[in-house]
């Protein structure tokens, strides 16, 4: 549940391109990492199990809005821990940050797909720290690709480890790390 945080905050500050910067001795870049406070922003949460809900209590202490989807939990859990259960075009759009926290299973298999991508907001991010196989992964390149999300940190992908040609691993708006979730 505290690993979501981390990398928000990490996509949100720039914080990966920054240790580069300073590393190839760029100090001059810094203008280029300006970021962003998680404080005051929409954080939605799809998945409200054990995880989510750690993750929504963890979101107070950042004084984040929270939104919630999750068909299996009643709108009462949600509402205290402060948030609001909402369907998923609701918080896909009106979210500045989506973590995902579901099994993966028939009914998951690329819940997040183009539909729910194009809903986001252009500054958004996306997390993706539940299992590999709830997002299309073809659908967050071609929609990071094309800038239509701000960036997205991914945990878990369908092939693990991935292939050396996988097409996520090209781009520099999507911080990837190698399955450190539960760890």
Known sequence: AELPFAQMIALARHTVEADAAVKDNRWSDYLRFTGIELAGKTLGIVGMGN??????????????????CDPYVPPSHVT?????WVDQEELFAESDF????????????HIVGERQLARMKKSAYLVNL???????EDALYKCLVEKRIAGAA???????PPRKDHP??????????PHIGGS
């Open 130 to 136: 539940a299992r590999g196989g709830v997002l299309d």
């Open 80 to 84: 205290a821990l402060n948030g609001r």
């Open 154 to 160: 991914i945990d878990v992908l369908e092939a693990e």
């Open 98 to 109: 989506v973590t995902l926290h579901l099994p993966y299973n028939k009914e998951t298999r």
């Open 168 to 177: 996520l691993l090209k781009l520099d708006n999507v911080l990837l790390t």
């Open 51 to 68: 995880i989510g809900t750690r993750v929504a209590l963890r979101a107070r202490a950042f004084e984040m809005q929270l939104l919630v």
